[in-house]
């Protein structure tokens, strides 16, 4: 998988071939996002055939920001894009797990979340393939990839207030209220993965979820009880 730990996927809209406005935008990859971890690796060992950010709204990977490619070892291309900062340079030869980056939201990444965007393409570069055989991620969103679990016990997770929103990455402030996966519901009890940082992994239905905040100056907005 691009990171150790837990791969998400929070929205159908980061899957491989998803359609909007009527079939005009095509979304040649996935978008994954580190829940463990922020570090971009390689799924595949090759040559960095490019490692850049491009500004020129002429050349369409603009909206790729700092993306690295990598042809693989069986001649096709590995495309990370919306890095916050690459590790690699072209002409470096990588193995399979190597870091070439850091997760982030440069160029026209969607969502307004970090995350990175994968492609797989034929040896022409041109031609995108469905990247989940690669990946390790399903083609729908959904966490995927074993985690740090919470330890000792299991847990639940029950919201003390209505409202509160889920997201798709701890720490997301205000200003991607827009973007929560969803709303969790007050006095509902929610399975809980893991915390990080005053912040709750809970799961909504099978390997799907995402972050709620535990608490903050504010006051407290989860109850965390062992089952």
């Given at each position: 998988m691009i990171f150790k730990g837990r791969n998400q996927i929070p929205y159908a809209y980061g899957c491989y071939g998803y359609t909007r406005g009527g079939g005009a935008t095509w979304h040649g990859g996935q978008d994954i996002v580190g829940l463990d971890d922020v570090r971009v690796r390689a799924l595949r060992g090759g040559k960095v055939i490019r490692s850049r950010i491009v500004t020129d709204h002429?050349?369409?990977?603009?909206?790729?920001?700092?993306?690295?490619?990598?042809?693989?070892?069986?001649?096709?291309?590995?495309?990370?894009?919306?890095?916050?900062?690459?590790?690699?340079v072209a002409g470096q030869t990588v193995k399979a797990g190597d870091v070439i980056g850091i997760m982030g939201s440069t160029g026209n990444a969607a969502g307004g979340y970090k995350h990175t965007h994968y492609e797989r393409r034929k040896p022409d570069g041109k031609t995108a393939i469905d990247p989940s055989a690669v990946s390790g991620c399903a083609n729908k969103a959904g966490v995927y990839g074993a985690g740090e679990q919470t330890a000792g016990a299991q847990y639940t997770a029950t919201p003390l207030v209505s409202g509160l929103r889920l997201r798709p990455y701890p720490a997301a402030d205000d200003s991607n209220c827009n973007y929560a996966i969803c709303y969790l519901e007050k006095g509902k009890s929610y399975p809980l993965v893991q915390t990080r940082n005053g912040w709750a992994f809970v799961l909504t239905e099978g390997t799907s979820g995402g972050w709620a905040c535990i608490s903050d100056d504010a006051g407290t907005y989860l109850s965390i009880e062992e089952v």
């Amino acid at each position: 998988m691009i990171f150790k730990g837990r791969n998400q996927i929070p929205y159908a809209y980061g899957c491989y071939g998803y359609t909007r406005g009527g079939g005009a935008t095509w979304h040649g990859g996935q978008d994954i996002v580190g829940l463990d971890d922020v570090r971009v690796r390689a799924l595949r060992g090759g040559k960095v055939i490019r490692s850049r950010i491009v500004t020129d709204h002429s050349n369409l990977t603009w909206e790729w920001g700092n993306y690295v490619t990598i042809r693989t070892e069986c001649g096709e291309q590995d495309i990370y894009a919306h890095l916050d900062s690459r590790a690699v340079v072209a002409g470096q030869t990588v193995k399979a797990g190597d870091v070439i980056g850091i997760m982030g939201s440069t160029g026209n990444a969607a969502g307004g979340y970090k995350h990175t965007h994968y492609e797989r393409r034929k040896p022409d570069g041109k031609t995108a393939i469905d990247p989940s055989a690669v990946s390790g991620c399903a083609n729908k969103a959904g966490v995927y990839g074993a985690g740090e679990q919470t330890a000792g016990a299991q847990y639940t997770a029950t919201p003390l207030v209505s409202g509160l929103r889920l997201r798709p990455y701890p720490a997301a402030d205000d200003s991607n209220c827009n973007y929560a996966i969803c709303y969790l519901e007050k006095g509902k009890s929610y399975p809980l993965v893991q915390t990080r940082n005053g912040w709750a992994f809970v799961l909504t239905e099978g390997t799907s979820g995402g972050w709620a905040c535990i608490s903050d100056d504010a006051g407290t907005y989860l109850s965390i009880e062992e089952v």
